[in-house]
């Protein structure tokens, strides 16, 4: 990741921290922008390898039509209801389409531990099941901001 966080130090996450938020969170929010510059934001599932932020996209979607002409995308992650709660994170960079678009499931090494997890985590099973409407974008974040106002300690309102 070449972005750093400069400002917000205090309630920012450790890498270990942002790990493990990211593998326990389920649902993120992802930002794309139109050909006019129309911004366009809607939920996904997405599991996170430590590295890549992996989104599992409906390829007949305004998200995928967006992101085929420009791949710049912002995605949000967040949880906590009252303010002292308050924690998230914000990844930047462009998306990156990985396997067979729609995906049946054809052999694709990368995606090996992308669909293990996703599996696991929204399924409950070992293997990736596969409907041949979705297909795979990988997000490489140029740059992550987070925050955990839990660590602000003390805030009561």
Excluded: N
Excluded at 113 to 134: I, V
């Amino acid at each position: 990741m070449t972005g750093t966080q400069r400002r917000g130090r205090r309630v920012m996450m450790t890498p270990r921290e942002l790990d493990a938020f990211l593998a326990e969170q389920r649902t993120c929010r992802v930002a794309t922008v139109s050909e006019d510059g129309t911004p366009h934001i809607g939920p996904l599932w997405f599991v996170w390898d430590g590295t890549a932020l992996w989104l599992y996209s409906v390829t007949r979607s305004k998200r995928w039509a967006q992101l085929r002409k420009d791949p710049r995308i912002a995605v949000a992650v967040d949880d906590g209801h009252d303010y002292g709660e308050l924690r998230g994170a914000e990844l930047r960079g462009r998306a990156e389409i990985v396997g067979e678009v729609p995906r049946t499931g054809g052999a694709c090494p990368e995606l090996g531990k992308p669909e293990r997890l996703f599996a696991m985590k929204y399924f409950g099973l070992e293997e990736m099941p596969h409907d041949g409407r979705h297909a795979w974008l990988r997000l490489v974040p140029d740059a992550v901001v987070s925050w955990d106002f839990r660590k602000m300690g003390g805030f009561a309102g």
